[in-house]
């Protein structure tokens, strides 16, 4: 095994998907292509091996499990069984030597920042897609809480979902190709999501971006009714709709929270212009990239000025209908009808 | 003494055509005044085959082109309708395949048309007229032929596909955003555009200015336009420049004052047309106001474009935005065909003629090189290798004389069977949806609104309002008299009147739609047009002052 487990994320790209998982290697690969991370480094699958071994969670699952073949085989069991797992994972401490490793690595981040205990979201980062790794902890503080989350993602690699996904697949029990992203929380202004087609229509001259204030979470949810730009990719004209956003996310002492937003600025656009023409620019270049519609996530932070405030935090190719047969055969079709009229 | 028809085949036979048709148009725009005998025997052979080529080729599920007749100079046309149910679909099926190339790659299309033709235009033109022999003069007006054979199928085909896509975007845009042809908001997102016909004009202005700067000014403003040409040879600085210009007119100077008629010099034999707009674009001063009109147009192209897209449901924008590019081009290549196509091609006519008519007087068969025009090909043939053994004057001579008849007795507008009326004839152009009669033929009917008081109604082509002295023009010659300021009045215009839109401030014409000459360059200059008033240069009298407003389709005669 090798000595390394933690890598700064410009140290990594889409090649070391299966040592640090999608999300980190796309991190990585996205400092490459310029545009601006909140920094941060990347926990590899090297990492929950590690701690699986030295903690000794590793050998007291693989007991556990040793008789439980038949429990495992009914819904009921492998809740049961999930959820004896991860008491035991989070009940473990992290090994002494991996615990200075990753203090040096949050302390040299807060450093790198100029922020005392910064705030950090720990993601969980699957190599391969597994269901419910998703776990997601924002506005972690401090080392000792960043240990206990970096540990809580681990565990999350025992869902019933990701249990049940492993019985189907005849999957060793306790392995599980999980990587873990810590990184500096952005003070979000505004955050949101960019795709560089039209979803509904296939539509790849325009880039669709929608927003709202505080974190992107209520706009992915689909909760609230973001501001929309649709944007021309050749000119840069953009129509806009307001949304009235009446609800946002922001951070809470731990954690997020939903709160209001001002009545004041419900009906404000909550991208000025500027940002809006970086936010397209840099998904135009990425798409050209990877020659394929992105599906980026954005966050504008309060603090910084433009256009250094723009961070993005994810792209992925985009999921959009297809192209309607062919406009053009479409358009054959609706002139040969004005010869009937 | 036997003196052939004309058009052999489509001489118009009244007894045996209307029981093919009941209903004949004479084609106004074009063969009023009646042609001359060689360029109704061009026309109507090929107009009339190109329109079925074009609707061959693009197997217009309604209709087969055209069916045209020559009668007394003027040019009669019918429409081919397809009879059968069964065979419209089965055209339509064809049609849905035929029209995709134009609807992925037009651009590409044209541009490999334009560059076909003009390819065909530099090798008749490499022909020395004066040094060839007969043989190579008779070969020439033979490819002449065919190049207008082939100019007419190119012709025909894209205009076709073309309004066809332009009627589609105009029925998607009262769907979709309830708005048509007549609407202002309509008008702004079709125009816009730069083209051909008015790079030419731009060349002229840019002649004038250097005329300003090189002190030639007064050469311009002190002569009539026929003299100008022979004061400029008199000083260097003025040889210096009639040698750019000539070379000019060799590039683009390939048209007649009349679009569709070749008895009249082109730009190359007697640039008079051409320095006479020098003169007027130095009269007037100031900057090519083209420019700045089109910037504004152009903004307010993307405006309207907007405004109507936002109306168009987001899962139908991508078609809808593709249609709108389609329909845009409409109007550019409305305009540019007349000066690739047509007008070229005309000219081209006019040149191979000539050689051989110069070379006929030379050998006695004929007493004027101009009097070739009275002949047709087959005439032409006959004399073309040996001039020497043949008099072709008393052809000519009955031709003129009939020639000159024709001219006193107007055509009557239409010929119809014996119980068909008009409004049923032009019920009929209706039904085909045949593009072009749609388009360019029929037009929207003006709409007769008491409340509004007006003299004449007719329909928008270009929006606006403007008041000013009228100034009645019925044909080319005329257009000298056109004032800054003026209300253009004319039965219809065609792209030689281009110019004068700087200077004028409204249009009114008796007859046109949307994709009329009048109405595209009116949205490109942004003053109103008044369409399809039908009795605007019978009902106006030049000098009269008048108001135009194209939103409404009114015209108010001020000083009755």
């Not at chain 2, 935005?321 to 007008?343: N, T, V």
């Amino acid at each position: 095994m090798p000595e390394k487990w933690i890598y700064w994320f410009d140290e990594v790209s889409t090649t070391d998907n299966d040592l640090v998982g999608k999300k980190c290697a796309n991190l990585g690969e996205m400092t490459r292509l310029g545009m601006r991370v909140p920094p941060g480094f990347a926990i590899s699958v090297d990492g929950y091996e590690r701690f699986m071994a030295e903690s000794g969670a590793g050998e007291e699952i693989r007991r556990y499990v040793s008789d439980k073949a038949d429990l495992l085989q009914t819904v009921n069991g492998q809740i049961e069984v999930g959820r004896v797992i991860r008491k035991f994972i989070e009940s473990k401490p992290l090994p002494e030597m991996m615990k200075e490793e990753l203090f040096s690595y949050y302390d040299e981040l807060c450093r790198r920042s100029g922020l005392e205990d910064m705030a950090v979201a720990v993601r969980s980062s699957g190599a391969v897609s597994m269901p419910g790794q998703m776990e997601t902890y924002l506005n972690v503080k401090g080392k000792e809480e960043v240990a206990r989350k970096v540990i809580q993602v681990w565990g999350s690699a025992f869902t019933t979902r990701a249990i049940a996904f492993r019985i189907e697949n005849n999957m060793v029990m306790e392995k599980a190709p999980i990587g873990v992203a810590v990184l500096k929380m952005v003070n979000a202004k505004c955050a949101g999501v960019c795709l560089t087609v039209l979803p509904t229509t296939g539509d790849t001259s325009k880039i669709v971006v929608e927003g709202n204030w505080g974190l992107g979470e209520s706009v992915v949810s689909g909760e609230i009714t973001p501001d929309q730009f649709i944007v021309d990719k050749a000119c840069g004209d953009f129509q806009c709709s307001i949304g009235k956003k009446t609800k946002m996310v922001c951070y809470g002492p731990l954690g997020t929270r939903v709160a209001d937003v001002p009545t004041e600025v419900q009906t404000q656009p909550c991208l000025t212009p500027d940002e809006l023409e970086e936010i397209c620019r840099i998904a135009k270049n990425v798409e050209a990239h990877f020659n394929a519609p992105q599906d980026t996530e954005w966050v504008v932070d309060s603090d910084l000025p433009f256009p250094e405030n723009i961070f993005w935090v994810q792209t992925r190719p985009a999921k959009y209908a297809k192209k309607k047969a062919d406009d053009a055969e479409y358009l054959a079709d609706l002139m040969a009808r004005i010869f009937k009229m | 003494m036997k003196v052939y028809d004309v058009v052999p085949g489509l001489e118009f036979d009244p007894e045996r055509d209307l029981a093919q048709s009941p209903a004949w148009f004479l084609d106004g725009t074009h063969s009023v005044p009646p042609w001359t005998p060689m360029f109704g025997w061009f026309w109507i052979n090929f107009c009339r085959h190109g329109m079925q080529y074009g609707a061959e080729k693009l197997s217009l599920p309604t209709v087969k082109g055209w069916d045209w007749r020559f009668h007394n100079g003027g040019g009669y046309l019918t429409l081919l309708l397809v009879k059968s149910e069964e065979e419209k679909q089965r055209r339509e099926e064809k049609f849905k395949r035929a029209i995709l190339p134009l609807i992925q790659d037009y651009d590409g299309i044209w541009n490999g048309f334009v560059k076909e033709i003009l390819g065909r235009y530099e090798e008749l033109k490499r022909l020395d007229l004066d040094t060839a022999t007969n043989v190579e003069l008779l070969d020439n007006f033979e490819q002449t032929i065919n190049t207008c054979r082939r100019m007419w199928e190119i012709h025909m085909y894209m205009m076709y596909g073309t309004y066809t896509a332009y009627i589609l975007f105009e029925n998607m845009c009262r769907e979709l955003a309830g708005i048509d042809d007549t609407s202002p908001l309509f008008h702004n997102i079709v125009s816009g555009f730069d083209n051909k016909v008015f790079q030419v004009d731009k060349r002229l202005w840019e002649f004038s200015r250097r005329a300003v700067s090189d002190g030639l000014a007064p050469v311009f403003t002190d002569s009539e336009a026929p003299d100008i040409k022979g004061k400029l040879l008199t000083s260097d600085n003025g040889r210096v420049f009639m040698k750019d210009f000539n070379e000019f007119m060799n590039e683009d100077g390939w048209r007649m004052q009349r679009m569709s008629e070749i008895n009249l010099p082109t730009w190359v034999e007697d640039p008079t047309p051409a320095l006479g707009m020098v003169k007027q674009f130095i009269l007037k001063g100031g900057s090519f106001n083209l420019d700045e009109e089109r910037q504004k147009r152009s903004s307010d192209r993307q405006a309207a474009e907007k405004e109507v897209l936002a109306k168009v449901p987001v899962e139908q924008r991508g078609w809808f935005e593709q249609l709108m590019r389609l329909a845009q081009k409409s109007g550019i290549f409305s305009e540019e065909h007349d000066h690739y196509l047509d007008l070229y091609t005309h000219a081209m006519m006019r040149r191979s003629a000539l050689g051989l008519g110069k070379r006929f007087v030379q050998a006695g068969a004929l007493d004027n090189q101009e009097d070739v025009f009275f002949l047709i090909p087959d005439e032409i043939r006959r004399a073309g290798i040996n001039p020497d053994q043949f008099d072709l004057r008393y052809i000519v001579e009955r031709r003129r004389n009939d020639w000159l008849e024709w001219q006193k007795t107007p055509n009557p507008p239409a010929v119809l069977a014996e119980g068909f009326d008009l409004d049923q004839a032009m019920g009929v152009l209706v039904k085909s949806n045949d593009p072009i009669a749609l388009k360019v033929v029929v037009g929207s009917m003006p709409q007769v609104r008491p409340e509004l008081k007006a003299d004449l109604y007719g329909s928008c082509g270009s929006p606006g309002v403007a008041e000013g002295i009228a100034r009645v023009i019925l044909n080319e010659d005329e257009l000298h008299l056109v004032k800054e300021k003026d209300i253009l009045v004319a039965a219809s215009t065609s792209p030689s009147w281009t110019p004068v839109f700087s200077m004028i401030s409204g249009v009114v014409v008796d007859r046109g739609a949307s994709l009329s000459h009048a109405a595209i360059v009116g949205r490109e200059y942004g003053i109103p047009v008044v369409m399809n008033v039908f009795e605007g240069t019978t009902k106006i009298k030049s000098g009269q002052r008048i108001k135009v407003d194209a939103n409404l389709g009114t015209v108010y005669i001020l000083d009755k």
